[in-house]
Every structure is written in C-alpha cells, then in structure tokens.
T-cell receptor, first 113, second 113 residues
Framework: DAGITQSPRHKVTETGTPVTLRCHQT?????MYWYRQDPGHGLRLIHY???????DKGEVSDGYSVSRSKTEDFLLTLESATSSQTSVYFC????????????FGPGTRLTVL | AQSVTQLGSHVSVSEGALVLLRCNYS??????LFWYVQYPNQGLQLLLK??????LVKGINGFEAEFKKSETSFHLTKPSAHMSDAAEYFC???????????FGTGTRLTIIP
C-alpha cells in the first residue's frame, strides 16, 4: 500500500459542468499519474507530474487539465464534462528506487449524463 | 515508441488447469515489462516485473512470466488455476529512464469450477 487515496470514489455529473478529481499520497513520491480505464482500451495515460508545478500530457489529454501545487496532491480537472469522459479514473505513483514500477489508487468512477 | 498487444480479451480455464495469458511487446530498446492484476472494483496490483537479469520472473500468487527477446513476448503463466485468480490482467511496457507505462488492453480471466 503506497498510501494513495482518491476522492470522490464515485461521482455523477451533467454534461457541461466542471469536475475535479483529487489524488493524495502520503509518502512524498515525485512522480504521479492520471489514467482512465475504458473497456477495450485498457489504461490510457491522461497527464503525469514529475514534481510540484511540473506536469506533462499523456496520450489522451484533450479535455483534461491537471495541477500539482503540493507534492502530495495531484488534481485532475474536466473543465466541461462530456459523456465521452464517463470512465473510471485511476491515480498512480512511482516509487524512487523501483524504476518504472507504479502503484495505483482505488479509482474514481465518473458518470457524465 | 513502445506498445503492448495482449492476445485474447477473455480467457477461460478450468480450476486446476494451466493459466496462459499472452503478451507481445514492441520496443526499439530493451524494455521493462510488467504484469498487473485488477480484481473487481479495485485498483491495479503489481504481479511481477522484468527489468534486467534472469528472464524467468516469479511473482505473487504463484504466477510467473518469461521474457523472450527473440519472440518479443512476456507471457504470464500459472501451473494450476484457482478460483481466486479470476480477475483482469494487464501487461505493460516501459523503457529505462522513462517513467511512463504503456498498457495492453487487458485479458479477463474466468475460472470454471
């Protein structure tokens, strides 16, 4: 257990509303990631962070933004949610000294109506 | 760029039978390879990984995988399936110095009593 929590765990929202998902870690790891999981697509990287205020895009970043003002928190924002963003969102961290190995949070199930 | 292909989105085996889940990768340089397992309504958990050294890697719950460079494969096996192995399994690849993972689309394993 790498001390990763996600909030909320479930959310239902309407098209066009902004949504922010939070990932919190307790162990000061440098790298954090946001993925979405959809049937038939596996996990796809949305954005990742390699330090406070240091972020970069993944393969499916359109419609998403992120922020990391503190080491422990990595926020994912959907500025104007669409039905295509209905998904399960996972946060992950990678651990120094264990290269490329990632540990995942429990996930947030988001439904956009 | 690296990629992963998992052959078979659904695999069913009888309890006590051999489990074989297939993963092929594409990478221009020696890869790091991972297998993750996801139980219903949970996040992903690392089963095993290959970075360097011994090509036969043993993981948790009796699973193992063999890195075969000539076949660009990293298939996951378990000699005797147990009901508790029912889950979705993801193969992933990354490169040395690159902290991002690329996931396959997943294989759902069903165990028949």
């Amino acid at each position: 257990d790498a001390g990763i929590t996600q909030s909320p765990r479930h959310k239902v929202t309407e098209t066009g509303t902004p949504v922010t998902l939070r990932c919190h870690q307790t162990e000061n790891h440098r790298y954090m990631y946001w993925y979405r999981q959809d049937p038939g697509h596996g996990l796809r990287l949305i954005h990742y962070s390699y330090g406070v205020k240091d972020t970069d895009k993944g393969e499916v970043s359109d419609g998403y933004s992120v922020s990391r003002s503190k080491t422990e928190d990595f926020l994912l924002t959907l500025e104007s949610a669409t039905s295509s963003q209905t998904s399960v969102y996972f946060c992950a961290i990678s651990v120094q000294g264990r290269p490329n190995e990632q540990f995942f949070g429990p996930g947030t199930r988001l439904t956009v109506l | 760029a690296q990629s992963v292909t998992q052959l078979g989105s659904h695999v069913s085996v009888s309890e006590g039978a051999l489990v074989l889940l297939r993963c092929n990768y594409s990478s221009s340089v020696p890869p790091y390879l991972f297998w993750y397992v996801q139980y219903p309504n949970q996040g992903l958990q690392l089963l095993l990984k290959y970075t360097t050294g011994a090509t036969l890697v043993k993981g948790i719950n009796g699973f193992e995988a063999e890195f075969k460079k000539s076949e660009t494969s990293f298939h996951l096996t378990k000699p005797s399936a147990h009901m508790s192995d029912a889950a979705e399994y993801f193969c992933a690849v990354s490169l040395f110095g690159n902290e991002k993972l690329t996931f396959g689309t997943g294989t759902r394993l069903t165990i028949i009593p």
